[in-house]
T-cell receptor, first 111, second 112 residues
Framework: GDSVTQMEGPVTLSEEACLTINCTYTATGYPSLFWYVQYPGEGLQLLLKATKADDKGSNKGFEATYRKETTSFHLEKGSVQVSDSAVYFCALRNSNYQLIWGAGTKLIIKP | DADVTQTPRNRITKTGKRIMLECSQTKGHDRMYWYRQDPGLGLRLIYYSFDVKDINKGEISDGYSVSRQAQAKFSLSLESAIPNQTALYFC???????????FGPGTRLTVL
């Protein structure tokens, strides 16, 4: 079945460090791919998305490129801030219009 | 004002009790979802509804039931709560023609 695998956390970085959170997927067809972010005590909110191969989603300095050849959608940011501390979820939308979620990666940014 | 609201935000209950979690939305979306979140497991879909007359089981529907009272309201019930239903529960909505889901703030449920 369809699945999403993302790197385990927590990931701890210093402010202004570079970030990569890996995400790979297994799915039939051409799923849409998403990154959601969950700040402490809040619900999830969409961070960025990509709907076809080679698309790049970007928002708030974060980027992710839909790589069909490697079935990946890694989340990157060049310089993280303390305010980026949150849990990040990779997800795909399959042919049944359901969202399949990764387990989440907790990101901790230290000043 | 929040577009997707959930009540209660926190609930502690005992094994065997009946619990209802409520979700309301002002986004005008047709589709609504209930998820549970457990540490290290991400989100798992419990039930979803594409309109008032359409209810579908998700990945983990056993032990749960739902009611879509109106386009804007979607309730989740635990008929007889058990400790392994302790989790964070999220309601979400989406428009029929778009792919993004919008989440409520969550309900933290503890079953003792």
């Amino acid at each position: 079945g369809d699945s999403v695998t993302q790197m385990e956390g927590p990931v701890t970085l210093s402010e202004e460090a570079c970030l990569t959170i890996n995400c790979t997927y297994t799915a039939t067809g051409y799923p849409s791919l998403f990154w959601y972010v969950q700040y402490p005590g809040e619900g999830l909110q969409l961070l960025l998305k990509a709907t076809k191969a080679d698309d790049k989603g970007s928002n708030k300095g974060f980027e992710a490129t839909y790589r069909k050849e490697t079935t990946s959608f890694h989340l990157e940011k060049g310089s993280v801030q303390v305010s980026d501390s949150a849990v990040y979820f990779c997800a795909l939308r399959n042919s049944n219009y359901q969202l399949i979620w990764g387990a989440g990666t907790k990101l901790i940014i230290k000043p | 004002d929040a577009d997707v609201t959930q009540t209660p935000r926190n609930r502690i209950t005992k094994t065997g009790k009946r619990i209802m979690l409520e979700c309301s939305q002002t986004k005008g979306h047709d589709r609504m979802y209930w998820y549970r979140q457990d540490p290290g497991l991400g989100l798992r879909l419990i039930y979803y509804s594409f309109d008032v007359k359409d209810i579908n089981k998700g990945e983990i529907s056993d032990g749960y039931s739902v009611s879509r009272q109106a386009q804007a309201k979607f309730s989740l019930s635990l008929e007889s709560a058990i400790p392994n239903q302790t989790a964070l529960y999220f309601c979400a909505t989406s428009a029929a023609t778009r792919r993004e889901q919008f989440f409520g703030p969550g309900t933290r449920l503890t079953v003792l």
